[in-house]
């Protein structure tokens, strides 16, 4: 019986052991994690995520800022723009490990408000302007009368002969005869004072000024329903036009910082009135230059002002426009084109500037597997069809590009240029010349390379003048500005201008990168200096690309004649590009096709 039991308490103890040795092979001890993040800036905001391996149990961020984290996957906002080092540390049973980047955030950028703009063209003539206007073109309503007479909308714009411009379609005149009279408009957005520079303007034509003493204003005001009393502030905040001072032109502000400050200019027939707002932020007044009968399309320069004046009254910012007159007298005035805005462009009418149409070309009505010459009509801000120079063939082709960095497809047809059929120079005259008058211009369009990488041949599209000239390899002959690929080598994006200023400025953006929305923005100065290009690639649509993120500018002397045309030149090669939505214009907007 003894001998049994001791079988048995063996038999037990073996099996024992087996176990304990079989949990030990299936517990193998756990590794120290491996720590791993990654990340994605919006602004402020930086969302985090984890990729750590090894079984990390735990985790610790610290964002650089004194803040910290236990979650997996955060998504933090910092308090200030800058750059951090952000460090996570992962740990688990066996211990822990640690994993650091930099992250560099930007504050966003403060939208700019709406640009304003009344023509009175579209309101019914005769009748009084009160409850005339839509929520639209930066305004949020209609016109209100506060207190005073109807005030009417006149059939006829204004002729001024200074500048040789005539405002459009109706006017609206006020008429001081009668009893004190103000009325407002509030703006969708208000104007707010952070800083930036602001602009407005507006058409005037005045009469029988100088035999009375009330001012006849229109005025930048708040948004309250406040009556503009004669005496004190009550939600005006600076005045333009007739002064309280017989016939002269001025700054009024209001209370409790009343102020007038008179020009030496006389209130008397048509007179483009342009402020220049520059707000700086702070409490401290703003400064106001007023300006009479600038040059439309050249910013008038500082100092050239007819009065200036710091008006603490803008400090809060404003919120619409408004007008008022002093009742009793004989003044009157006719008022149009009332603008306000971000830049001195802006308040500019384009039917004040004797300019060049808009020019563009989609290519979608061209006729698909044949060649571009001889295509194209006399319209759209073009001269006539496209003429070879030199070369081989340039088809038109079907279907667009599709641009997935804007997520934008460009419409029907598109060029191809294709440089294995040889050095090929192709143009079309534009049907005004363009000229170096101190404007800013803006010269757009789409490309898709292919074959560039181990290509030393030029393929781009260029500013050309319109005379019978060859655009040789070695010219100028005609052709000033080219934007595309350049000679370098790697198939970089650049500029290319040409002798005797020949000169190649390469970008670090590769044609090779997908389709490149390519954006030139072109500083005219009006001199023999040369004229600032810059270069954006992908701009945003609808926003206009800030100075300072171009990928190449450059001062080109070439542009100083201005220029007649648009051409492409290639040399022989491999490179292949399509080529679509052309556009030359004024204005970012104008070289923006609404399908973007």
């Known amino acids: 019986m003894k001998t049994k039991l001791n079988s048995v308490l063996i038999l037990l103890s073996i099996l024992t052991i087996v176990f304990l040795v079989g949990c030990d092979e299936d517990d193998p001890s756990v590794d120290e994690p491996y720590t791993l993040f990654t990340f994605n800036v919006t602004d402020l905001t930086v969302t985090f995520r984890n990729a750590s391996v090894d079984n990390p149990q735990s985790y610790s961020w610290d964002f650089g800022d004194g803040q910290t984290s236990a979650e997996e996957n955060p998504i933090y906002t910092y308090q200030e723009g800058g750059t951090y080092t952000v460090i996570l540390t992962t740990s688990n049973s066996s211990g822990e490990d640690q994993f650091e980047r930099t992250v560099t955030v930007i504050e966003p950028e403060e939208p700019l408000p709406p640009i304003v703009f009344e023509t009175f063209d579209s309101f019914t003539a005769d009748a009084t302007v009160e409850g005339q206007g839509t929520a639209a073109d930066g305004w949020a309503g209609a016109w209100t009368r506060l207190d005073g007479d109807d005030v009417n909308v006149v059939s006829g714009g204004i002729l001024n002969n200074s500048l040789a411009v005539e405002s459009s379609g109706n006017s609206i005149l006020l008429d001081a005869s009668g009893a004190n009279t103000r009325y407002k408009r509030n703006f969708s957005t208000p104007y707010t004072d952070n800083g930036n520079t602001y602009w407005f303007a507006f058409q005037a034509e005045f009469t029988n000024t100088d035999l009375d003493g009330g001012e006849v204003q229109v005025m930048l005001v708040d948004n309250d329903a406040e009556s503009f009393g004669a005496g004190g502030g009550d939600g ?67 100092g050239t002002e007819a009065v200036s004046f710091a008006a603490p009254e803008l400090s809060g910012g404003w919120q619409g426009v408004g007008f008022k007159y002093t009742g009793g007298n004989v003044s009157s005035v006719k008022i149009d084109d009332i603008y306000v805005g971000n830049t001195y462009q802006d308040v500019t009418p384009l039917n004040y500037l004797d300019l060049p149409p808009v020019v563009f070309e989609t290519f979608d009505s061209y006729t698909v597997d044949a060649s571009v010459e001889g295509q194209g009509a006399a319209e759209d801000g073009w001269l006539g069809p496209w003429a070879r120079l030199s070369g081989g063939d340039v088809n038109v082709v079907s279907g667009g590009i599709v641009n997935n960095t804007l997520s934008v497809e460009t419409t029907g047809n598109s060029l191809l240029l294709d440089a294995s059929v040889g050095a090929t120079r192709y143009k079309r005259g534009l049907s005004e010349t363009y000229l170096d008058d101190g404007r800013t211009y803006w010269f757009a369009f789409q490309a898709e390379f292919a074959g560039a990488t181990d290509d030393t041949g030029e393929l781009i599209v260029m500013l050309v003048d319109n005379d019978t000239e060859d655009f040789g390899g070695s010219g100028p002959n005609g052709q000033f500005l080219g934007i595309g690929k350049t000679i370098s080598l790697g198939a970089p994006l650049g500029m290319m201008t040409f002798g005797p200023f020949n000169n190649i400025d390469a970008t670090d953006v590769s044609v090779e990168d997908g389709p490149l929305w390519l954006v030139a923005k072109i500083e005219t100065n009006g001199t023999a ?29 070439e542009l100083n004649g201005g220029w007649q045309g648009i051409g492409f030149k290639f040399s022989g090669g491999t490179t292949t590009a399509k080529i679509d939505d052309i556009y030359l214009g004024f204005r970012f907007a104008d070289v923006t096709p609404e399908n973007y």
């Open 236 to 302: 005006q905040f600076l005045g333009i036009g007739k002064t309280i001072n017989p016939s002269a032109v001025g700054l009024m502000t209001f209370g409790p910082f009343n102020n007038v400050e008179a020009t030496d200019v006389t209130a008397d027939g048509a007179l483009w009135l342009v402020a220049k707002i520059e707000t700086n932020g702070t409490a401290d007044p703003d400064l106001v230059r007023l300006f009479v009968n600038p040059t439309p399309g050249t910013e008038p320069a500082d």
């Open 529 to 557: 200096d040369p004229d600032l290009v810059r270069v954006f690639v992908n701009p945003t649509p609808g926003s206009e690309p800030a100075n300072g993120t171009e990928a190449v500018s450059f001062t080109a002397p």
